[in-house]
């Protein structure tokens, strides 16, 4: 079985939140960072829990199809206001607006390389 690379996996992350009208996509490189528990994390939003679990399961079906790679563990699923997807080397957090301000993930880690992707 071949190597599936963290840009594989990144971009198939993106194109599963892009698939469900996810919006505001961010991925923070974490490589340089010495306390990081990942290399990437991946932060975006969706409107409201349907549409957050939606994206959710676009991007656990997107990826398992692509690159026959399954999430770790994923936490979050039963209120979908911020879902969780453990990917080992990439953490995918889909959030509604609110949860999203107010843990503010991407200032957390704006020690990393943040790379923001264009809604659709």
Known sequence: ?????NKQLLDAIIEGI???KGHRIVAIDLRKVKEA???YMIVAEGNSNTQVAAIAAEVD????T???VHPLAT???DNAEWIAMDYG???VHIMQ????AFYDIENLWNDGKTTEYPDE
């Open 61 to 64: 079906d997107y990826v398992r």
């Open 75 to 77: 936490a979050g699923e």
């Open 89 to 91: 080397t990439i953490f």
């Open 37 to 39: 528990p990942v290399e």
């Open 1 to 5: 079985m071949k190597e599936v690379t």
């Open 97 to 100: 607006r609110e949860p999203r």
């Open 18 to 20: 892009r698939n469900r």
């Open 66 to 68: 692509n690159l026959h």
